[in-house]
């Protein structure tokens, strides 16, 4: 089955600790997002790969840190920096960007700093 | 700049009404796309559809269909005769070349009663 993985799903950290949330695609595509969405809101984009070793920041990039050594897969980073990481984040990929075809997204992981 | 405004920010129906989601956008580009997501309470979002600009002909897909009209700058979405398994949060989003990325929209939180 081709898909977007994403884990944990729920993730518990103290304030101050960097943590690393995975995102595997096996899709074949191209492009890659990070979303941050927080309740009530919509989905705010972090960061974006459209091809391998190459990402961009999104609106709200500050704090947190990407790479995309492979093209399945494109780990994100919460640094101690962000002031304000509890949200849920969304992984997806396109085919390619930015044509505007389909985003699939994953599953999603639920952090909290405790 | 880009924008998208879903003002209905919840609505409950009772199974077997129809509903309407409303979306207006806001973008300078001629050239764009727009998308409907739903979000369930699993929290993966599932693509509905995608339209662009230059087609404004309303889309019927089961109970679900689409109301494109660019003179007033709406995507609306219906669902007749909702269902149980309606309920979900539903995203609007808009994607437009000079943007280079999707804006999506608050959010629509749908239940529907049995």
């Known amino acids: 089955d081709g898909g977007i993985t994403q884990s944990p799903k729920y993730l518990f950290r103290k304030e101050g600790q960097n943590v690393t949330l995975s995102c595997e695609q096996n899709?074949?595509?191209?492009?890659m997002y990070w979303y941050r969405q927080d309740p009530g809101q919509g989905l705010r984009l972090i960061y974006y790969?459209?091809?391998?070793?190459?990402?961009q920041k999104g609106d709200i990039a500050e704090g947190y840190s990407v790479s995309r050594e492979k093209k399945e897969s494109f780990p994100l980073t919460v640094t101690s920096a962000q002031k304000n990481p509890t949200a849920f984040y969304l992984c997806?990929?396109?085919?390619?960007?930015?044509?505007?075809?389909?985003?699939?997204f994953g599953p999603g992981t639920r952090l909290t700093v405790l | 700049a880009q924008k998208v405004t879903q003002a209905q920010t919840e609505i409950s129906v009772v199974e077997k009404e129809d509903v309407t989601l409303d979306c207006v956008y806001e973008?300078?580009?001629?050239?764009?796309?727009l998308f409907w997501y739903k979000q369930p309470p699993s929290g993966e979002l599932v693509f509905l559809i995608r339209?662009?600009?230059?087609?404004?002909q309303n889309e019927i897909s089961g109970r679900y269909s689409w109301n494109f009209q660019k003179s007033t700058s709406s995507f609306n979405f219906t669902i007749t005769a909702s269902q149980v398994v309606d309920s979900a949060v539903y995203f609007c989003?808009?994607?437009?070349?000079?943007?280079?990325?999707?804006?999506f929209g608050s959010g629509t939180q749908l239940t529907v009663l049995p």
């Open positions: 790969s459209q091809i391998v070793n190459d990402f």
């Open positions: 339209r662009n600009s230059f087609d404004e």
């Open positions: 973008t300078r580009d001629t050239t764009y796309y």
């Open positions: 899709l074949n595509h191209d492009a």
């Open positions: 997806a990929s396109s085919i390619h960007m930015p044509s505007f075809d389909e985003q699939f």
């Open positions: 989003a808009l994607g437009s070349g000079s943007a280079r990325q999707l804006t």
